[in-house]
């Protein structure tokens, strides 16, 4: 296989007919060659859920399941060097959050609700029923870390681990707004904005997404150009904004009634972070997030990892190393 017709299969996969279709993809730490080592098998489909469609890519068809959210301005397509790793002893199922990648896009209302984190977890729980996997292990990275946090607590029969990637809860980050919170942090601030403010912001320059810590990575362009593709469709840009919006005011509502009846977290969780950036720095008062997170969890630890924000896609190596190792716990 070319390395053109390589790259072509693990950005999108063939999709017939809804049917699971073999491809193949590369379980390697993320280069700007984005040349594969070996090889590992995934496939790709699409399901029908509760009036939308929801895109996912499989990774191996063993062992317990594993149910990965990716976060903003990715789409599934982050976890192709961590998810192979964690394929060799569980079935991996990779999803596109709705607006995002291949998933459909729905329509918003006044109060933002289709795009709650509550709207996208009672969709992924359903996608995962619907699969065969009733209960499984969820991994989340940037917003949907946030909404693999709202899973396991509407959920909590359902999710049996619960690893969050570089996020605190939206409540806990809204209390601690300041300046320096805004200026590094310009997704919360600039895409809840009403619209068409933000959605013009990002079909106007969508390439400048990539181009700061909250975007950038060590990828080609292949890679890049999927990533961007989405970004120049208006019903999907406005997608992406809704749920910002959502996480500025409805997700703020959900999460203050939990904190209201003590609601916890309780499912074992780990909680990694980017060593250096924001999450390490911001919170020490409180513990670091890991003190922000044991307010919301009963069983919680973690640490910091190098590879910047986005370190399951730089850092797939020393990351599946501590997923693994919590799911052997």
């Known amino acids: 296989m070319s390395r053109r017709d390589f790259l072509k299969a693990a950005l999108v996969g063939p999709l017939v ?16 060659d984005e040349t594969p080592g070996s090889e590992a098998g995934f496939s790709t489909a699409e399901i029908d859920v509760s009036g939308n469609k929801v895109f996912y890519r499989r990774y191996g068809w063993g062992g317990s399941a594993i149910l990965m959210v990716h976060g903003f301005p990715r789409t599934s ?19 596109d ?9 729905p ?22 029923t ?3 996997f009733p209960t499984f292990t969820l991994i989340g990275h940037d917003r949907g870390g946030r909404v693999s946090y709202r899973l396991a607590l509407d959920y909590p029969k359902g999710v049996e681990r619960l690893a969050v990637f570089d996020v605190i809860p939206i409540a806990e980050a809204w209390d601690r707004t300041d300046a320096r919170f805004a200026k590094t942090y310009w997704p919360w601030v600039l895409l809840s ?4 403010l933000p959605e013009s912001y990002l079909l106007g320059a969508p390439e400048a997404v990539f181009k700061n810590p909250f975007g950038q990575g060590s990828f080609g362009p292949d890679i890049l150009g999927e990533y961007v593709s989405m970004y120049r469709d208006p019903v999907r840009v406005h ?3 809704e749920e910002y919006r959502a996480a500025a005011t409805i997700d703020v509502e959900h ?5 209201q009846a003590s609601n916890k977290i309780k499912c074992p969780m780990l909680h990694l972070w980017a060593e250096g950036g924001p999450l390490d720095t911001f919170y020490q008062r409180e513990g670091g997030p890991l003190g922000i997170w044991r307010r919301w969890a009963t069983r919680v630890d973690g640490q910091a990892m190098k590879g910047g924000h986005f370190f399951p896609e730089e850092n797939a190596d020393g990351t599946a190393a501590l997923v693994k190792r919590f799911l052997s716990a």
């Open 17 to 32: 007919s809804g049917a699971l279709m073999p491809v193949a993809c590369a379980p390697s730490n993320s280069s700007s």
């Open 239 to 241: 997608g992406v904004c």
């Open 77 to 95: 397509l982050m976890w192709r060097f961590l998810a192979p790793k964690l394929a060799e002893d569980h079935t991996v199922i990779c999803v």
């Open 193 to 196: 904005q009403k619209e068409p």
């Open 255 to 259: 999460d203050r009634a939990d904190m």
């Open 130 to 132: 619907k699969l065969g």
């Open 107 to 128: 329509a918003s209302t006044d109060d933002h609700a289709p795009y709650s984190k509550r709207a996208m977890a009672k969709e992924l729980m359903e996608v995962m």
């Open 97 to 105: 959050l709705r607006a995002y990648g291949r998933s459909g896009t």
